[in-house]
């Protein structure tokens, strides 16, 4: 299979919500590090780490990792990513987000089967066991077609189960904050203003469907926590003696 691919990670270190996450360890390893040793894992293509910020530029040298700065200007992972990637030749770019630390390769490699389909960009989701994150906002959940095909992204529980609904034990899905962009589709995204609907629930993807792109969804058992605030260091760390995670 010719990958052709670019993985950037897009690490941006004064983060709003958790400053310094990238940088923050699981188990005595950085995030970032665990997030860059499974995009090497997966074989796509080489793995560029994007930052606006110096003491990530560093710790990327330290662990031999290739990266750039960026600038802080930035609106989102995306706008990085196109940043980084704009001399790039590869057909497709895949923006591995610097917060999940838990990311498999096959699960990386199955959204990147679904771009011989012909969608646009592809991501992953995989089932909710953990009611908890149903009604979590930073669990953001995913509703689809048959086909895996992305209806929409939400912070809200959704497809809402209607108590008179005939069907009992429809699953709720939780997405994976990664995409994999066709290079011309990562191209026009960042190209479009930030969409209504993006700017009402805070996730860029939505932009990507109200301009009529198409976002396919491997479908996968299993998806480990991602970082996004202090306390989900130690879910990480949960996850881990649970045995999640293969390392």
């Excluded at 995989?126 to 908890?132: E, G, L, M």
């Excluded at 108590?163 to 699953?171: A, I, N, R």
């Amino acid at each position: 299979m010719d990958k052709d691919c670019l993985i950037v990670i897009p690490a941006r270190y004064n983060s709003q919500r958790f400053p310094g996450k990238v940088l923050a360890k699981i188990h005595g390893k950085p995030v970032l590090q665990w997030c860059y040793e499974a995009a090497v894992k997966s074989g796509l293509g080489p793995v560029l780490i994007a930052t606006e910020d110096k003491r990530v530029l560093e710790f990327a040298a330290g662990i031999g990792a290739k990266a750039v700065l960026t600038s802080s200007a930035c609106q989102s992972g995306t706008d990085r990513v196109y940043e980084a990637a704009k001399g790039s030749e590869k057909k497709f770019i895949v923006n591995f987000q610097g917060d999940e630390p838990f990311m498999r390769a096959e699960t990386l490699l199955a959204a990147f089967k679904l771009m011989r389909a012909g969608c646009d960009i592809a991501t992953a989701g995989a089932p909710i066991s953990d009611k908890a994150d149903i009604i979590n906002p930073n669990c953001v959940k995913i509703a689809m077609n048959e086909d895996g095909r992305a209806l929409y992204f939400s912070r809200s529980p959704i497809p809402f189960h209607h108590p008179l609904s005939d069907l009992k034990s429809f699953p709720w899905y939780k997405h994976c904050g990664f995409y994999i962009y066709k290079r011309s589709s990562l191209y026009r995204f960042v190209k479009l203003p930030p969409s209504p609907l993006e700017r009402l629930e805070r996730l860029e993807q939505l932009r990507a469907l109200e301009s009529g792109m198409t976002i396919g969804v491997a479908v996968v058992k299993v998806l480990g926590p991602a970082i996004d605030t202090p306390a989900d260091l130690k879910a990480a760390e949960r996850f881990l003696a649970g045995k999640g995670h293969s390392k």
